[in-house]
């Protein structure tokens, strides 16, 4: 976790990402979108790490890779570091890509098998014409030696180590260019929970060295809330709710936000016994076709009869600089409100937010 005090390096404002969906025998009729990221507005400040977590399906992986302009935003704005960059074409986007870099999910399917890790990680430095073939080799050689892998591996191919070692790989190829801002998605998901803990100290330790910004999504609430400093919650498209990291652990107040805490086993198994998790009704609703105002409200515990139904809770920040959007966050709070036994059942099948494809280092 960083100390920073920072100004804003991104601002998210009104940010809009539909995948259409098309029908007929030539797929040229547009029937409808999926909502993959539908208004949501975040800040993340220079030095930094900002959590963001949800359940699959909800839109985590689609705002990291839309900051990164890998899908163009349908609205909205994406400004980075002062500038906005949502409408720029390939060309005006090339010099910002040395500073936004990303590490994907899966360390395997992210490394060209073809190639030499020596060539993986130089390839940035290649592509953008920072280094000749020495100058290459050197950088190379400290960026492995930076991660924690040993000099031999350079030669040596992605299917030779395992998945904490190809992460690392992964992470030195991000670091290449020397970037202000990293996405991680979900970069420890596939990793045993040893390895997951050496990568999240690497993770932080580079973030000191090199005065790194983070964007770290995730759906393990423990990993999220060891690295960052602030964590904002997401559901079906929208964010829900926004606040420092300890604060949200020990006081969260939107009610989708207080099942997923309610989930978390704690390693105490007399209060583990003793206490009981809020569970939610259903699946995640289909982002093609999402639920009225509330958009929790088909499986809120807390729901109540008209309001939720009818009108959509901004996300509004509290005197304590909290953001929740949830019209009764203060009486859920002050015990006013109750979550009842079971939400009601009211939901739709997920769907696949986005057509598949292979990542691509940027």
Same mark, same amino acid.
């Given at each position: 976790? %960083?100390?920073?005090?920072?100004?804003?390096?991104? /601002?998210?404002? *009104?940010?809009?990402? =539909?995948?259409?969906?098309?029908?007929?025998?030539?797929?040229?009729? *547009?029937?409808?979108?999926?909502?993959?990221?539908?208004?949501?507005?975040?800040?993340?400040?220079?030095?930094?790490?900002?959590?963001?977590?949800?359940? %699959?399906?909800?839109?985590? %992986?689609?705002?990291?890779?839309?900051?990164?302009?890998?899908?163009?935003?349908?609205?909205?704005?994406?400004?980075?570091?002062?500038?906005?960059?949502? &409408?720029?074409?390939?060309?005006?986007?090339?010099?910002?890509?040395?500073?936004? &870099?990303?590490?994907?999910?899966?360390?395997?399917?992210?490394?060209?098998?073809? *190639?030499?890790?020596?060539?993986?990680?130089?390839?940035?430095?290649?592509?953008?014409?920072?280094? $000749?073939?020495?100058? %290459?080799?050197?950088?190379?050689?400290?960026?492995?030696?930076?991660?924690?892998?040993?000099?031999?591996?350079?030669?040596?191919?992605? *299917?030779?180590?395992?998945?904490? @070692?190809? !992460?690392?790989?992964?992470?030195?190829?991000?670091?290449?260019?020397?970037?202000?801002?990293?996405?991680?998605? /979900?970069?420890?998901?596939?990793?045993?929970?040893?390895?997951?803990? @050496?990568?999240? $100290?690497?993770?932080?330790?580079? !973030?000191? /060295? #090199?005065?790194?910004?983070?964007? #770290?999504?995730?759906?393990?609430? +423990?990993?999220?809330?060891?690295?960052?400093?602030?964590?904002?919650?997401?559901?079906?498209?929208?964010?829900?709710?926004?606040?420092?990291?300890?604060?949200? =652990? /020990?006081?969260?107040?939107?009610? =989708?936000?207080?099942?997923?805490?309610?989930?978390?086993?704690?390693?105490?198994?007399?209060?583990?016994?003793?206490?009981?998790?809020?569970?939610?009704?259903?699946?995640?609703?289909?982002?093609?076709?999402?639920?009225?105002?509330?958009?929790?409200?088909?499986?809120?515990? #807390?729901? @109540?009869?008209?309001?939720?139904?009818?009108?959509?809770?901004?996300?509004?920040?509290?005197?304590?600089?909290?953001?929740? +959007?949830?019209?009764?966050?203060?009486?859920?709070?002050?015990?006013?409100?109750?979550?009842?036994?079971?939400?009601?059942?009211?939901?739709? !099948?997920?769907?696949?937010?986005?057509?598949?494809?292979?990542?691509?280092?940027?």
């Amino acid at each position: 976790m %960083s100390v920073n005090g920072g100004g804003p390096l991104v /601002e998210l404002e *009104h940010l809009k990402v =539909y995948f259409p969906i098309k029908s007929g025998l030539l797929l040229d009729r *547009h029937i409808g979108d999926i909502r993959a990221v539908d208004d949501i507005s975040l800040t993340i400040k220079r030095g930094e790490t900002l959590g963001l977590v949800g359940e %699959s399906g909800c839109g985590k %992986s689609t705002v990291g890779r839309t900051i990164l302009r890998l899908y163009k935003p349908t609205a909205g704005r994406i400004v980075f570091d002062g500038k906005d960059i949502s &409408q720029l074409g390939e060309g005006e986007l090339r010099p910002l890509r040395r500073r936004m &870099q990303m590490v994907f999910q899966d360390p395997f399917a992210s490394l060209n098998p073809r *190639h030499s890790v020596g060539r993986i990680v130089g390839e940035p430095l290649r592509t953008h014409g920072l280094a $000749n073939r020495k100058e %290459s080799a050197g950088r190379v050689s400290d960026l492995l030696r930076t991660v924690g892998l040993p000099q031999d591996a350079t030669g040596r191919y992605p *299917h030779e180590f395992s998945g904490g @070692q190809r !992460q690392r790989i992964g992470l030195a190829r991000a670091l290449a260019l020397n970037p202000d801002f990293i996405v991680a998605d /979900e970069p420890v998901s596939a990793l045993d929970v040893s390895i997951q803990a @050496q990568i999240i $100290n690497l993770f932080e330790e580079l !973030q000191e /060295e #090199f005065e790194l910004t983070y964007l #770290f999504i995730a759906h393990d609430l +423990a990993v999220v809330r060891h690295i960052s400093d602030r964590i904002a919650v997401m559901y079906l498209g929208m964010i829900v709710e926004v606040s420092p990291s300890a604060e949200l =652990y /020990e006081k969260p107040l939107h009610p =989708y936000t207080i099942s997923l805490l309610s989930a978390v086993p704690i390693p105490d198994p007399v209060v583990e016994r003793q206490r009981e998790p809020i569970l939610l009704a259903g699946d995640l609703p289909s982002p093609a076709n999402p639920p009225p105002a509330c958009r929790f409200h088909t499986r809120c515990p #807390f729901i @109540q009869p008209t309001r939720c139904r009818e009108e959509v809770p901004p996300l509004r920040r509290l005197s304590t600089g909290h953001e929740v +959007a949830c019209h009764w966050a203060e009486d859920i709070e002050a015990g006013r409100i109750r979550p009842r036994e079971r939400a009601p059942v009211l939901v739709e !099948q997920a769907v696949e937010l986005a057509p598949e494809e292979e990542p691509r280092p940027v």
